[in-house]
């Protein structure tokens, strides 16, 4: 008996597991970027983090799923950048898929924005 | 190995109030930079008909902060849409707003003569004076590193190391005519390395402008092609090669993801010892991930001898300088030893030294993830360097100088930027003044002239090493490239090839450069701009 509840209580826990595993989201990268996923993206970051609409690379998160932002370094009239020796930390964002979705996760504020027309894949 | 002790404190300089810091807090970067000030006294704003300026008297900065001459009105963008601080003040209260806190936070405030403000015409004319005039032993300017900007261009962002343009990073030799514009790097996969650009490939003529013309319509293409293109536009560049051929490449600008460590190889020389190289040019969050693969490159590859090409690295996070240190000497080399230790103004904290850093970085809130970083356990590394050597990578070579690892310097003297800022905003302005300098753990920290590779070092700032100029015509990485080569040769010989010793000169085949010709333009944001290069200094912005 007691192990026929044993095995009951492990199935229950493993359908947990899988069930947590299908929703839970997983670092992904872009199949595939146009420049209007780039413009959804930027939105998207301006959405989170709010200030204006930042550069970002033609091919952003296609070999990573996680993005820094950092802020510009101007140069001096030596040409080198000013700030050459800082602490200045970077924004984080992170492209996830949850079952089909993709979101953009902004760490920062535990902030999940769906991204739509978007393929991506789990790394 | 794990040193939870060490990272602490390493987190802990990270954010600490003033450190190296961009804004007076190393997270504050958008909510409270405008509430910098080292002092918090909480003072009435001043009526502007009130404020006096008496020589050697100095009222806390805080009491003319935000007293603007012309305030902002409506929300900052940059703060969450929050109102502007700005208040109704004067040039006048600018001014005394700057004097208060160079006289707080200025390294050398003790040699700002004070003079009366209102005998300036303008705040940006009265902040160009607030330093020291003092020189080197060099004869240079002790302080060349006063600035200021828009606060607005301050808060430029992009993704880290993204620029827009072809992916080319340029070296000027001349640059008035007869110009000399020269490919120093590309980065990787970026559309002018597809395109067939390579290192050394001198531009001739752009979209059939030349490269020498001397009207101001061709020298506004010309910067507007070469520094500032949209992303998607298309642009002819007529260049000469290495072999001296010439060929025309049309290449479309677009935003482009640098490769900020470049080149991972190992050598095997003559007498089989095994030599790491690795190009590193930019110490940005991105680069992390980059550094830990070449070291683990390395440690499988056992090599003998390390060689860093550092020339075109301009510095970046302190913070990578101290892991790059940690990887290279490893545990044995930098337990019990601190990497830099900030130096500010006597009325100032002293602040908790930066140790080596011995794992890997989240650099969106500079926590230790509990990674340890690879090592490679070495006591010499070899360091190739430019005058666009600067700051971070400059600490890098005095942070092991200062626990006895033996750093070669191949190359030319360094920039010379022991010094850092708490950029700090004003009425929409951002100034940047010295408020710190950096020391190694034997308490080295000047070299305000440079560190400079000589054979046999004789001053504080000398450097063992092989002066060389950098080589235009062969590719970093090369074998044969005058670096590169001369380090090898040292590896076998432990001393400079004979040609070294004279080998800084001028190339023959640059004509002497015409100093009244028109220049074209130094582009002064890292994001508006695919140059990333020193050029000649045309001297203080300020004079």
Not at chain 1, 79 to 101: D, R, T, Y
């Amino acid at each position: 008996m007691i192990k026929y509840i044993l095995c009951a209580v492990s199935a229950i826990i493993l359908t947990g597991c899988n069930s947590t595993q299908a929703v839970e989201p997983q670092d992904a990268t872009l199949t595939r970027v146009n420049p209007g996923i780039v413009t959804q993206l930027q939105q998207a970051i301006q959405t989170a983090k709010g200030g204006p609409l930042v550069t970002l690379a033609d091919d952003v998160f296609t070999k990573s799923a996680q993005l820094l932002i950092d802020h510009g370094t101007t140069k001096g009239p030596d040409g080198m950048p000013i700030m050459g020796a800082h602490n200045i930390p970077s924004e984080k964002f992170v492209l996830q898929k949850s079952g089909e979705q993709c979101f953009l996760f902004y760490p920062k504020k535990q902030l999940s924005i769906p991204l739509s027309n978007v393929e991506c894949e789990v790394i | 190995m794990f040193n939870k002790k060490r990272i602490s404190t390493a987190i802990l300089i990270a954010f600490s109030g003033l450190a190296i810091t961009a804004c007076g807090g190393g997270g504050s970067l958008n909510k409270d930079s405008n509430n910098t000030d080292s002092t918090n006294v909480v003072t009435p704003p001043p009526q502007s008909d009130e404020v006096e300026w008496v020589a050697g008297e100095f009222d806390a900065s805080s009491t003319f902060k935000n007293q603007c001459d012309v305030p902002r009105t409506g929300n900052d963008p940059y703060n969450n849409n929050q109102p502007y601080p700005d208040k109704a003040g004067s040039t006048l209260t600018e001014k005394m707003w700057l004097r208060s806190w160079s006289d707080e936070t200025y390294l050398w405030y003790d040699e700002i003569t004070d003079k009366n403000p209102e005998s300036f015409d303008t705040v940006a004319a009265y902040f160009a004076q607030l330093k020291t005039e003092q020189t080197t032993d060099s004869g240079a300017k002790k302080d060349n590193f006063h600035y200021s900007e828009p606060t607005e261009d301050f808060y430029k962002e992009a993704q880290s190391g993204v620029v827009s343009g072809y992916g080319i990073n340029w070296s000027f030799i001349s640059n008035t005519p007869p110009r000399v514009l020269r490919v120093a790097y590309l980065e990787d996969n970026s559309p002018a390395q597809n395109a067939g650009i390579q290192r050394g490939d001198t531009v001739l003529s752009v979209d059939d402008v030349s490269i020498d013309t001397n009207t101001q319509a061709g020298i506004d293409s010309l910067n507007s092609i070469l520094f500032g293109p949209t992303a998607g536009e298309a642009h002819n560049f007529r260049v000469r090669s290495n072999d001296g051929t010439e060929k025309s490449i049309t290449i479309t600008a677009g935003n482009i993801a640098k490769t900020p460590v470049q080149n991972v190889n190992t050598f095997t020389t003559q007498n089989n010892t095994r030599v790491g190289y690795m190009q590193f040019n930019s110490h940005i969050g991105v680069a992390q991930e980059g550094l830990i693969d070449a070291v683990n490159k390395f440690k499988a590859d056992q090599v003998d001898e390390l060689v860093i090409d550092f020339r075109y690295n301009g510095g970046g996070l302190l913070a990578m300088s101290s892991q790059l240190a940690y990887m290279v000497a490893g545990p044995a080399n930098t337990d019990d030893f601190y990497y830099y230790q900030t130096i500010q103004n006597d009325k100032l904290p002293k602040e908790v030294p930066l140790p080596f850093i011995n794992q890997e970085i989240d650099y969106s809130t500079f926590e230790g993830k509990q990674i340890l970083l690879p090592d490679l356990n070495l006591s010499k590394v070899y360091v190739l360097s430019t005058s666009g050597t600067c700051s971070a990578s400059e600490a890098f070579i005095n942070g092991l100088k200062g626990i006895d690892v033996e750093v070669v310097l191949i190359g030319d003297t360094t920039c010379g930027k022991p010094y850092g800022f708490t950029p700090t905003h004003n009425c929409a302005t951002t100034y940047y003044t010295i408020q710190f300098s950096g020391a190694n753990y034997k308490g080295f920290g000047e070299y305000s002239d440079g560190l400079t590779p000589t054979p046999a070092p004789q001053f504080s700032a000398d450097v063992k090493g092989c002066p060389v100029t950098d080589d235009f015509d062969h590719q970093l990485g090369d074998t044969n490239e005058a670096l590169l080569s001369t380090a090898l040769y040292h590896i076998t010989n432990n001393g400079c090839p004979e040609v070294a010793q004279n080998a800084k000169q001028q190339p023959a085949s640059y004509a002497q450069s015409n100093e009244t010709g028109l220049s074209l333009e130094i582009p002064q944001s890292l994001y508006n701009t695919n140059m990333d290069l020193t050029w000649p200094s045309t001297g203080d912005a300020n004079d």
